[in-house]
């Protein structure tokens, strides 16, 4: 059952699919990246460094914030049935860039 859901941490870019996909399939690359608490946002993969994961029962918002190091902080709550948090962030940075 898909319900509203709350998130907040940090991403450190390691590098990009291409660089960490290797003979995985689409599934695959999901699940080890999960496994290892990275995610992939706008095709560069990130660590995750959480300090709330997946919390409910709360209102809507999303603030990105990136530091003068690269590294994204995020805040985010949304139903997790009409997007993932991956592409709540993705929206997000690419409003912050313009795009």
Partial sequence: MST???NKGSLVCVGTVEEFIGD?????FLD???DNSM???NGNVYT??????????VDFFAT???DPDGVIHFHTLHYNGGASL????GDQLKTMKGA
Avoid: F, T
Avoid at 24 to 28: K, L
Avoid at 48 to 57: G, L, N, S
């Fill in 4 to 6: 509203l859901e709350r």
């Fill in 24 to 28: 995985m399939d689409g599934c695959e």
């Fill in 32 to 34: 080890w990246l999960e």
């Fill in 39 to 41: 995610m992939e946002i």
């Fill in 48 to 57: 995750v460094e959480w300090k709330v994961k997946a919390e409910e029962d």
């Fill in 64 to 66: 990105i914030d990136i």
């Fill in 86 to 89: 991956e592409e709540v962030i």
